[in-house]
């Protein structure tokens, strides 16, 4: 995220961005880009906060706001629980497998196959879909 602040709205704006995606997020705040006092400063919001503290902020500012740290993907038995609970909730199988796929961040193939694997293993009456004739 790139954003351009004026000096006296910086620690408003760094406190507020911390307060909302996390404090230990990586920024880099730059002032002055290609005049003679250029200044770049590299951190976290929490210390670009104590920074704006310390020292008064002078110059128009560029502040570059790291992204949002990876996480991890859903496990099988996590979308299979998430699977049941929609279903338990009244939801048919096209219904769960959109609510999930779309909660957990998964692909709505491989919700649908957890959701079909799981539908022959609990009904007897029907064939295992793995078997094949």
Do not use: N, Q
């Amino acid at each position: 995220m790139v954003l351009y602040e004026a000096p006296h709205r910086l620690a408003r704006t760094l406190t507020d961005l911390a307060t909302v995606i996390e404090g230990s997020r990586p920024v880099a705040f730059a002032r002055e880009l290609t005049k003679l006092h250029e200044e770049i400063w590299r951190g976290t919001l929490t210390e670009a906060i104590a920074r704006c503290d310390a020292v008064e902020p002078r110059g128009e500012y560029v502040l570059v706001v790291g992204g949002a740290p990876a996480t991890a993907e859903a496990t099988d038995d996590e979308v299979r629980a998430a699977l049941d609970g929609a279903r338990a909730r009244g939801a048919s199988t096209k219904d769960a497998v959109a609510e999930v796929a779309d909660r957990l961040g998964v692909a709505k193939k491989r919700a649908y196959a957890l959701a079909t694997a799981s539908d022959g293993a609990d009904r007897p009456d029907r064939p295992d879909p793995s078997v094949r004739s």
